[in-house]
Structure formats: C-alpha cells, structure tokens
C-alpha cells in the first residue's frame, strides 16, 4: 500500500484552552476531609470521586481512600461514587470532616459506568451502555474476555465460532447491520485492537479475563460516537485492573475443569451398515428394474460378502477416536497489587490451558502485566498499562486442508480400523492403517482422518504486546488535560509438518510438506484530549474535545518445502531441508491510517433534565482523497421523572425516559483498500495452439474510487425504573439501526477476462462497492430483583431478552439478490445471507403421486420414484428447476436471552447462568457430508435418522406427499 494522503503531524486543537475562560472569581474556601472504606470490610476504597453537588468541585481519594475538598460554602451536599459500589449523597454543615461507607452495587441505577473517554453516573445517562463487572467476568473460565459478556447484556449476542480452544468468538451488536466485518471495535486501556477479522484466533484472547476490571457495551450511536471510524458496530471497552488498597494484596486465583460431549451421535454398528447398504442397493435395483445379469445392477462385492462374518464383530465408534473425553481446562493467575500516598500499582501472571474435546487443538497461554500510576502533585499525574502474552496451539489436520476432522471421521465405516493391530501393513511406520484392502477389494475408499490427525503438526504462536503511556495535567480545578501514547504490536509464527504416507498406511498416498508463515503488525495511536467540568448554579457541563491519530502496519512471509531429507523434528523445526518448494515464496505488506477530531457535550440540570451531543469527524487512508473524510453526529437527551417535585409514588425510586439519535462510519473496505497494489496470482492457465498450457498472473482485487464511507445510524427510545429503594430494576429499550450504503464486495464479470474463479474472501475476484440499506428493529428488555434473607444471605436475580428484526432494505439499483454460494442468499426484504434451495413436501409415499409430480430438470431424464423426496414447485409452472429455490430459514436469532442467580454467604458464593436463542435454523452439513448414512438417529437435535427410512408398506414415513 503506497503513502496514506490522511494528515498525521502538527499541533493539536490549540483552540480548546478557551475553555479556561469565564473561570468563577475568587471566593473565600474551606477545606473538608475525610476517608472513604468499603462496607462490610472496611477496607480503603482508592480512586473514588467525591463532588460537591452542584458545583464541579471534586477531587480522587487515594491509596488509603482519603481526600480533602475545597468548597466555597459551609453546608451542602457530597457526593461519593466509584465504578463497582453505589453512590452515596451525604450532607454536611460547616463539618471539616466527612466519611463515607460504600456498598457494592446493588443494581445498574448506582453505578459509575465507563463511557468514551471518561465515567457517567448510571441515573444520569443517556446512551444505551451495558456494563459487566469483574465478578460477573471471573465466574466463567474462558480463553477470551468477551465470552463472559454473553446474555449478560441485552443487545448482545456472544456465539464461539467454532468448539476448538482459543477460537475467535463473533460478538453481535444488535443484530448484524453489514455483509463484510459484523464485529464491534475493542477497547483496552484506551487502545483500539482491532475488530475480530482473524479466522483462526480473537484479538483479545491474548488478555487475562482476571486482570479486567470493567466491560462497557457502548450499543447506540450516541454512546460509541466518539470512536467514530471503527464504531459502526459498537464498541466494547475494556477496563484492566489497577491497583487499590494501602498495604501490598497478593491474590492467587485458580479455576479447574473438564469438557464433554453434552450430547453425542449415537451411530450403526457393522450389522446395522449391512442392512442398510442391502436396503438401498434392493431400492434402487427395484426402482429401474435391474437384474443381475444387468451391468448396472448393485450389490456388496464378492470379497465383502466373504468377510461380511469377520467384519460383524468389529465395530469401531470412530466418535470415541477422535473425542478426548474429560478434556481438562485450567486457569491460574497471581497477582500484586498496593499503593502508597502517591503510587499505585497492580502487577500479574497467568496461565491458561484448555485441550480440545476433538483431537487435537491443545491451546496455551501465558501473559504478564503491569498497571501503575504515579501523582506529582496535586495537578500532575503519569500512569502506564503495559501486557504481554505469549500464545500458541497444537493443530492437528482439523480445519485443516481435508476439511473437519469429526465429520470426517463418523463417515468412516464401523467395521474400518484405526491402528494396524495385526501387522497386515508391511514396513508400517506410523502404526496406523489405510484399510486399503476395502479400496482394492470393495470399491470402499476412505482416508484414516483421524490417523492423519495425529501425524500432522500446525503450531499457531503469537507474541503480543499491548501497552500506553499516558500523563494528565489538571491546571485548574474542572480542568483536565491528557495525552496518551499506545502501541499494539504483535508477532505470529505459524508452522505445518506432515511426513509422507501411503494408501496402505493411511489411506492415502501423499508426500510431505514443511510449511512456516510469519507476520508482524504495529499499531500506534496517539490521543489527546481536554476535558472541562463546570456547574453554575444548578447547571452542570462536561465538555471534552480532542484528536486521535493512529497508524497500523503489518507485513509477512511465507515459505513451504517439499521431498524432505529427514523428518528428524531438529530439522523440520525450519523448513530448509526440503529439495523442492511446495510453493513459491510470498509475502505481503500493507499500511493505513486514520486521523480524528471529536468532540462531546453533556448538560445536566438538577440531576433531572440531561443532554449530550458529540461530534465525531474522521479521516481514513482507505479510501480515495475526494471522499476520505466522514462526519458522525450524535445526540441524547434524558428526563429523571422520579426526580421532579409532583412525583409522589414512594415506591418508585427512579424513573427515567431517554432517546437518542446518532451516525457511525464504517471504513474497513473488503478487498481491495485505496490506496492499493494489485495483488498478482498465477492461478489462470491459457491455452496456446490448442495445446501447450502455461500460467499467466492476473489481478484478484480491483480499487473502487468511488466508494463513500458506510453510515450506520441509529434510533433508542428507552425507559429505566428502580422499585423499593431501587432493589427491583427494570428497563426498555426500542431501537432502530439502519446501516446505509454498506461496503460489500462484488464479483467480477467473467467477460472482463479477469475472474479467474480464485476464491478471494466469499467472492471470486471482485471489486468492493456501496451497496444498498440494511435495516435491525427490536426491543431491550432487562430486570433485576436484589435482597438479603435475614439468615445474611445475599441474593440477586436478574434477566434480559433482545428481540432482532434484519431485513435488507435496499441494494444497489438494478441489484435485487446476490448469492455468496448455493446454499445462502442475500435479497431485498428477507435477512442478510439466509437459507436458499428447494422446499421439501414430503415424502413420495405411493408409485401414482410420483409419476405425477412435475418433471424435475435437476436429475435429468429420470422420474421420482416412491420413497424420493418431492420438492415444492414455487413458481407453479409445472416443472422443477432452479427457479424454484425460495427462503428456507435463516441463522439470525429473532430473539436471545439470559437469566443469572447469583447468591453469597460469608465467604462463600453460588452462580447460576442460563442462556439462550430462538427463532434460528440450523443447517447440518454433516449430512450433506454424509455423516447420515452412519447415524442410526439424530441425537444432537432431533429428527429421523437412517434407520427411520421409506418402506413401500409403510405410507406411515416421516412426512408424505400423495
């Protein structure tokens, strides 16, 4: 990628020091002391805001939880809150010390929530934010922080790509609002790390879920504005923990476990396949009348048939071969943490281990950080947030080059075998047999995937530093300046080895490979922002302003060798011992960056009527000059009802409307950025003279100079209550996201001469283009019931449910359908990518309702017989083609929900978490892989298996048609 044009260097909103201006005059002040402890066991609380209400006097306890305030009047109110613990009011009058005692929060009402770029009270805001606390993130083991968020939070839907250990986990905003990246941008410390896009692994699976402090879902466009160029689907903010209390706190954490099937195909055994092979070759024969003597009539081989005695008493569950059962998950970590009167520090260790429950997909991960921060004096503060992790994983073939190693392996037949137990494989190296004799004999050829497995090597290894500096200037009271320089830097080095094998060995014959693939890519940004708190009489502001420059680079290699002159691990550890390569050396490189300017405002009046409206405009590198920059608005307001004097209802606590409107861009183009470098495959072959082949390069990805900034903009109308001194929490949220000319990529036109049927992303060569509006409706429904039982236990109740509507509105015009392959479909008026093909009716249950039903083009001159499936003719023209594939079903939930009991007593604590989704097909490729010739029934959801087959007596079958 050549020079981004986006400006990254000069002097940074000079004019924001006019917020100096209009400052109060002098007025004679007295000082208030005192100390802030937690209930129960009245340990310090560092950190802790205290602000004189009405004013925007206010100042940070520290280590020892103590403060000291000026105000300018002898009576008033303070107000004590700290992220995690309910906020308290406590007056005085002419008192020179005031204490307070904080519990934990009870409910969302009471609590400081991160927001961007600073904390708001819970009561007065605005934007639809979820938040989740470190308690509520530690009580679920997992490899990645954003699994804890999982029904947790309304709006979000959290689902593990795959089962293996360290996969990357797709996080759903609100449904999914675009056809290329769906996932929201993370946040740790202040430092976006980017969005999800690796297939094999999660940008935040290299953190430490006990080091997170927080988790914020900023959900609408007023509450993710200020991150506008990577905000279009959301933004999740991670707090890391930071050191508290006076004296050193060493804490050891340790959870352990072990995985399993929940459920398992139950499958046939020898006896079993025979019945059903002679069933299907006596249909068939019967269907077209075939005799023996006919050339194509079927039956078991001679040879099988002769075994057929030996092979019913061997009967291999091949599910058992390639399952670990009890496979063991385990998380350590230790941690130090203190301050002094002007340090604090928190520093830890971990480990993580999780082995898969399909061999083998071993992942590991050890991390290290430090947190610190240090106060000069009163005004000047520096603080640092600094992690490295080191992660690797143990691969075998599995979503590897043969595809899924579980469907793989139930395709095997019962009677094949794993290991060469009686020698019949001559000069075996590996232990393990091809069962070629089946090949040879019965027509019967099947590679041992779970041999293969076990002699493939890919090891996944990943270095990653994430890590800030930052420093504030507070030169007048309300007065906050502050810069922060991050980096994110990350190194992978993935290698694959496989020995050659035979077809006797394995059950195939092919050579041997050793492959290496390193990357890097660096990531800075540098943010500076001002931030200006002031209350006149009683109107409170909050305005901040600011810019945001991050540049990301990234460049990588790859090699792989071939006929390899030793498989001794000393040498295959480099691939240079091979003869010959098995590809072409490659490599790629790329750069971009981004430039900010954002801005926010928050009014206040009497904690009763609130506003905010922020502004975000960016520039990007991805796109051509003319249409480099975006704009993104936002605006909320907010009605405290339960505040106003003529509300007398002693039973409703709080009582809150809100809404909010607002835009976010999306600049990540798929494909092929702007700037770009075409990238030149070899794949096309030309013939010349109608006889010699040879391969030409080409381009795979063209630029579009035209393409505009993606716009997501949404629409939150909400309501908050808290009942009987807020113990009972309910919320409603209605919301609308339309996301308007969405960066999709399109394939090229074949008479172009340039699509070459390389599969580049979902497409084959393509050119990226704005395309279209998609639209998400529902409704946010969130409740929460806390209480004590007089015993002293502690108990708290609480659920969620999002509902999600996704349609696509509009495509481009002309444009009213396009397909990423067979089996999905994107068109106008049904959800993004849903299931297309033909619609069953049934089964054919009499020889007269098949001969009638429509000629079906799909299977040439030959008619549908009794037993066949009938498909629905959709367009009604009598005869069954391509036409006539429709809707079948979709994989976007019309709705997901969570329920949590949490219960404490004394030292001890109890969680319960229940989460789920409806009204979302499922599509099981493991039939159309052909696992259903193998399952005798469909545990894992129901259903008829093969044993559950057509009988010409039985009009009984599963489903009828005629």
Not at 333 to 342: H, I, M, N, P
Not at 781 to 808: C, I, Q
């Amino acid at each position: 990628m050549s020079k981004s044009n986006v400006w990254m260097g000069g002097k940074w909103l000079p004019a924001l020091t006019l917020l100096l201006l209009c400052a109060p005059p002098a007025r004679a002040q007295q000082q208030i002391s005192g100390r802030v402890t937690a209930a129960g066991s009245g340990e310090p609380i560092a950190g802790a805001y205290v602000r004189l209400q009405g004013s925007s006097a206010s100042v940070r306890t520290d280590a020892s939880g103590r403060y000291t305030l000026a105000v300018r009047s002898s009576s008033g109110v303070l107000v004590f809150s700290r992220i995690g613990f309910a906020s308290r009011e406590v007056p005085f009058e002419s008192q020179a010390v005031v204490d307070a005692v904080l519990s934990p929060a009870a409910i969302e009402l009471d609590q400081l929530v991160v927001v961007g770029y600073g904390e708001k009270s819970r009561a007065t805001l605005t934007e639809s934010v979820g938040t989740i606390s470190s308690d509520e993130i530690r009580q679920i083991p997992a490899a990645s922080p954003e699994v804890a968020i999982q029904s947790r939070v309304p709006g979000i839907q959290v689902q593990q790509e795959s089962g293996n250990p360290g996969a990357p986990v797709a996080v759903r905003i609100r449904g999914v609002g675009t056809v290329g990246n769906t996932q929201p941008l993370f946040i740790v410390d202040g430092l976006p790390v980017g969005r999800a896009d690796d297939a094999t692994s999660s940008p935040l699976r290299t953190i430490d879920p006990d080091d997170i402090e927080s988790i914020s879902v900023l959900k609408d466009a007023s509450a993710a504005a200020l991150y506008g160029v990577q905000a279009a689907n959301g933004v999740v903010l991670i707090q890391t923990r930071r050191g508290r209390a006076a004296k050193p706190t060493v804490e050891y954490r340790m959870s352990a476990g072990v995985q399993n099937f929940p459920k398992r195909y139950q499958m046939l055994n020898s006896a079993q396949w025979f019945d059903l092979g002679q069933q299907s070759f006596d249909n068939y024969n019967a269907q077209f009348r075939y005799t023996p003597d006919s050339s194509s009539y079927r039956r078991f081989s001679t040879w099988l048939v002769a075994q057929k005695p030996q092979l019913l008493t061997r009967n291999t569950d091949w599910q058992d071969v390639v399952a670990v059962p009890n496979a063991p998950l385990m998380d350590q970590s230790l941690s130090v943490s203190g301050a002094s009167d002007r340090t604090t520090y928190y520093v830890s260790a971990g480990y993580y281990r999780q082995d898969p429950i399909i061999s083998k997909w071993n992942f590991r991960r050890l991390n290290f950080r430090v947190n610190s921060d240090y106060r000069v004096n009163d005004r000047v503060r520096f603080g640092e947030s600094f992690g490295i992790s080191d992660a690797w994983t143990l691969r075998g073939q599995n979503d590897g080059y043969n595809g899924q190693l579980l469907v793989n392996a139930l395709r095997l037949p019962p009677f094949f075998r794993y290991r060469d137990d009686n020698g019949s494989v001559p000069g075996n190296r590996y232990g393990y047999t091809g069962n070629a004799e089946f090949a040879t004999n019965a027509g019967l050829t099947f590679s041992n995937e779970p041999a293969l497995n076990q002699l493939v090597e890919l090891h996944d290894r990943d270095v990653h530093v994430l890590g800030g500096l930052f420093a504030e200037l507070n030169p007048v009271p309300g007065l906050t300046l502050r810069s922060q320089a991050s980096l994110d830097y990350g190194v992978t080095r993935n290698t694959g080895f496989s020995p050659s094998y035979t077809l006797a060995e394995i059950g195939l014959d092919r050579g041997d490979f050793d492959t290496e693939n390193r990357s890097d890519a660096t990531s800075l940004v540098w943010t500076n922002t001002v931030t200006y708190v002031r209350a006149i009489g009683r109107h409170g502001f909050n305005l901040i302003g600011g810019t945001e420059m991050q540049q990301s680079q990234w460049d990588g290699t790859s090699v792989g060798t071939t006929n390899l002159i030793t498989f001794d691990p000393a040498f295959v550890a480099v691939p240079t011992t091979g003869n010959s390569l098995l590809n072409l050396p490659g490599g790629f490189a790329g750069k971009r960056a981004f430039l900010g300017f954002l801005g926010r405002l928050s009014y206040n009046y009497a904690d009763k009527y609130l506003a905010t409206v922020s502004l975000r405009r960016d520039g990007a590198s991805t796109f051509a000059p003319q249409h480099r920059w975006g704009t993104f608005p936002a605006l909320s307001a907010g009605w405290r009802i339960s505040q106003e004097p003529f509300f007398k209802v002693p039973w409703i606590s709080e009582l809150k409307l809100r809404g909010s409107w607002g835009q976010l861009g999306n600049s990540e183009v798929p494909g092929a950025e702007y700037p770009h470098l075409f990238q030149v495959v070899t794949t096309p072959d030309y013939g010349l003279n109608g006889q010699t082949v040879v391969r030409a390069p080409a381009p795979r990805g063209f630029v579009n100079p035209d393409l505009v900034w993606e716009t997501n903009e949404t629409v939150d109308l909400g309501v908050e209550s808290g009942l009987f001194q807020n113990r009972i929490f309910f919320s409603a949220t209605y919301y609308r996201r339309n996301t308007k000319n969405f960066l999709v990529n399109v394939p090229v036109s074949y008479t172009s001469g340039f699509s070459m049927n390389e599969v580049y992303g979902n497409f084959a060569a393509t050119a990226p283009v704005n395309s279209g509006l998609v639209r998400n409706t529902g409704v946010e429904l969130e409740a929460g019931y806390s209480f004590t039982l007089p015993a002293g236990l502690d108990m708290r109740l609480s659920g969620n449910l999002t509902t999600v509507r996704n349609r696509m509105v509009s495509l481009a015009p002309g444009l009213k359908e396009y397909s990423q392959n067979s089996a999905y479909r994107t068109a106008v008026g049904y959800p993004i990518d849903f299931f297309y093909g033909y619609k069953t009716c049934g089964i054919y249950q009499t020889a007269a309702a098949a001969a009638a039903a429509p000629p079906d083009l799909n299977i040439s001159n030959n008619r549908p017989q009794a037993g066949d499936l009938c498909f629905q003719d959709i367009d009604g023209n009598d005869t069954l083609d391509a036409r006539d594939r429709t809707y079948l079903g979709k994989a976007i939930p019309d709705f997901y929900y969570g329920l949590t009991l949490n219960a404490s007593y004394r030292h001890f604590d109890l969680s319960l978490f229940f989460s789920g989704v409806g009204g979302v097909q499922k599509f099981d490729t493991s039939n159309v892989a052909g696992v259903g010739e193998r399952r005798r029934s469909e545990s894992l959801g129901g259903g008829a298996g093969p044993l559950d087959t057509y009988e010409p007596e039985q009009h009984g079958a599963p489903g009828h048609c005629g």
